[in-house]
């Protein structure tokens, strides 16, 4: 099992494209990469090719070149009336019997996002508040025993970057539940996305560095200790262009943006790293042995 991981994300639509996903591994191996995080259907019906023996051999080519394979499983976002219930039991075993075909087809590891309830300008749930965090929990225990145990195989969890910070309790995530069921928890402390000030910072998403820095020594300093820890931490890094301004505007982010963010979780003691861009395009320098020189 790879224990420093070092990946970018991999979207649905790249994954079934023979010529990106050669690029992509080329990428890899070219690079301090060492896996890949792909997309798989959450809903039935064949994970990524029509047929799972198709999915099978493309990644049999990929793990032969030593390429560290992570599914991503999305959990509650979709379904009917845009987001499924967490409380849901038939889809719980419905994303249980997923991951482990995903499993058996190759992957090395699970990764389950959208582990929650719906947030802001997201569908509404009639759960009680109250309630939520401990069904979030109940659902990472059946993971825990049906997949992780089950398999044999490492499982991981992504959070919102602000749980770093405390429980959030109207999507209902805490890092603690994360961190003793999980093997890797991976929050999102994307820069752009937090408010402008945080961390003392007029414009987070300037300051890859700090932000990342900040919010992920706040965050595991509450957990690292903990009796029942079972969790690395391994976060998610920010690859696409956004700013920290309010409204949002683009702001380009650069090789030096996304090496600094992987300098801070080095220093942050995580056990590594994946890069998110939504359309699955990433600059090569941004993951190059040396550093990337900040623009003028």
Known sequence: MTTVTKAVYVNFTAARDADRMNRLAALVQRTELNSLVIDVRSNGGALLHERDEATRAQLGVLREAGIYLIARVVAFKGGPGGWYDPGSEARWREIAEISLRALDAGFDEVNYDYVRYGAAREPRSRTPVRERAPTIRAFFEFLRAEVGD???????????????????????????????????????????????????????????????????????????????????????????????????????????????????????????????????????????????????
């Open 150 to 296: 089950a398999a044999s195989r490492p499982i991981s969890a992504d959070i919102f970057g602000i749980a770093l910070l405390g429980p959030q309790a109207v999507v209902g995530q805490r890092i603690e539940d994360a961190a003793e069921l999980f093997d890797y928890v991976m929050p999102m402390p994307y820069p752009s996305h937090w408010e402008p000030g945080s961390f003392g910072l007029a414009n987070p998403a300037h300051h890859p560095y700090e932000t990342l820095h900040a919010s992920l020594s706040a965050g595991w300093g509450r957990v690292a200790e903990l009796p029942g820890r079972r969790a690395l931490l391994r976060s998610w890094i920010q690859a696409f262009d956004l700013d920290s301004s309010r409204p949002m505007r683009r702001y380009k982010y650069t090789p030096w943006h996304v090496r600094e963010q992987i300098r801070a979780i080095e220093d942050a003691g995580c056990a590594g790293y994946a890069a998110w861009n939504p359309r699955s395009h990433y600059e090569e320098g941004a993951f190059a042995a040396a550093w990337a020189v900040r623009p003028g």
